[in-house]
């Protein structure tokens, strides 16, 4: 009976060792199969647009989800939108003002749990003008990929800001505030 609980003793510290020792992985975006998109209002048609990832710092953490951190860089300059002329107008000094502000920038503060998901708090930076944000996000398994494999994932962010908070006002007449976001990261695990 003794040596039963040295036994269980022995291998519940070496769980608790295992986990101790559980890291947060760092991994690397693919920026060809990723797709920062985003929507608003332009009276009865949505402009819809994307904008392309300069860089971004991503570590995951699946036993301690708060150890996770999202740090993602895009390109002002490289926006695209469904209308061509509003491209232009969402690069000019009176929205992205790209040409003084070529970038913007998410920096996580604190990542929840939330269902199947996280909830990711952080700092947007546009125009200069940092505000904190809320995102949802969801982790997938890559297609192909054998069940419990994280080496390739996919994020998907969803979350919606008002563009006046960041000074972005410009053709406010024709074109909605709310900004919704819907991001699509694909993740490979780095070594």
């Known amino acids: 009976m003794r040596m039963n609980i040295i036994t269980a003793t022995l291998a519940l510290l070496g769980v608790l060792a295992g986990t101790a020792l559980a890291k947060p992985v760092t991994y690397r975006i693919d920026t060809t199969g990723s797709a920062v998109a985003f929507e608003t209002d332009f009276g009865v048609t949505p ?42 107008a969402m690069k000019g000094p009176t929205v992205l003002d790209a040409v003084r502000h070529p970038q913007i920038r998410f920096r996580s503060t604190r990542v929840t749990q939330s269902g199947d998901g996280a909830t ?60 919704r976001l819907d991001i699509r990261a694909r993740i490979h695990q780095t070594p």
């Open 47 to 88: 402009i819809t647009g994307s904008m392309p990832v300069d860089k971004a710092d991503l570590t995951l953490d699946f036993d301690a989800v708060a150890n996770s951190r999202v740090d993602v860089t895009l390109s002002a300059k490289g926006a695209k939108a469904s209308f061509p002329f509003a491209a232009e």
């Open 120 to 179: 990711i708090r952080g700092n947007l930076t546009i125009r200069g003008v940092t505000r904190p944000v809320t995102m949802n996000a969801t982790i997938f398994r890559q297609q192909g990929t054998a069940q419990g494999d994280r080496n390739r994932l996919t994020v998907r962010l969803t979350g919606r800001i008002n563009r006046s908070d960041y000074g972005a006002t410009g053709f406010a007449e024709m074109v909605g505030d709310e900004v």
